[in-house]
């Protein structure tokens, strides 16, 4: 545990976010190194040639790419704070919603954002759906898995907080008290956590981000954090 890790990222995207979480649940000391997007560095291309893409876990001479497979390397290597249950299955059903979010939600949510028209008004439809399948499975509980942060609140940590701010920029009320009152909840709950907290970014950076790139991100369409 006294070694000290190297985590290539930034501080704006939530993918570095959820590697950065991990790494303090488990109380894994580490060293954030701030990548310029535009401009990457020469060590991000070696440790990630394949997708030069942030973040990257240096473990060691050991690089680790893909936030989930950070965050489940993570939680495999250190001791501490589980991740994962134990429970083979619970552990698949885990994964199965963490999937969920990152390859349907997390694109709808993106492009309900982004898009006009009808195009918009569909992926708005697949929005609320896909939220109240998820409220539906917190079921009252704090943390999608229960009393404590796992993989599942980690995978959707955009909708803690990055989707609020995308809302605000684009002037959208989607995600909101009235419609999903324990997913904002669970969100509250998230953000006020000890580990999430030393390694949010502040609402204004994320803002300060996206409002003067909006008509350049509406007309790619495309995500911004890698």
Not at 70 to 94: M, N, Q, T
Request: net charge negative; glycine share 6%.
């Amino acid at each position: 545990m006294g070694e000290t890790l190297k985590l290539f990222g930034w501080k704006v995207s939530p993918y570095s976010h959820r590697a950065e979480v991990a790494l303090r649940l488990k109380g894994v000391k580490y060293e954030f190194i701030h990548e310029d997007l535009a401009n990457k560095s020469d060590m991000l291309i070696r440790y990630n040639p394949i997708l030069k893409k942030i973040p990257v876990l240096l473990h060691g001479d050991t690089p680790i790419v893909e936030s989930q497979v950070i965050v489940e390397y993570i939680d495999e290597v250190f001791d501490g704070h589980p991740i994962l249950p134990k429970d083979p299955y619970k552990r698949a059903e885990a994964r199965f919603w963490a999937r969920f979010i990152d390859e349907k939600v997390r694109p709808q949510v993106w492009m309900s954002c982004w898009t006009d028209g009808e195009t918009q008004k569909s992926f708005i439809a697949q929005v609320k759906e896909s939220l109240a399948i998820l409220q539906g499975r917190l079921e009252g509980k704090k943390f999608f898995g229960g009393d404590s942060i796992g993989l599942i609140d980690i995978m959707a940590c955009s909708l803690a907080l990055w989707f609020g701010v995308m809302q605000e920029v684009v002037g959208l009320n989607l995600l909101n008290e009235d419609d999903y009152p324990e997913l904002c909840q669970w969100g509250e709950e998230y953000r006020n956590a000890e580990a999430v907290k030393e390694c949010l970014p502040e609402r204004e950076l994320i803002v300060g981000f996206f409002a003067p790139r909006k008509d350049r991100i509406f007309a790619k369409k495309a995500p911004v954090y890698d």
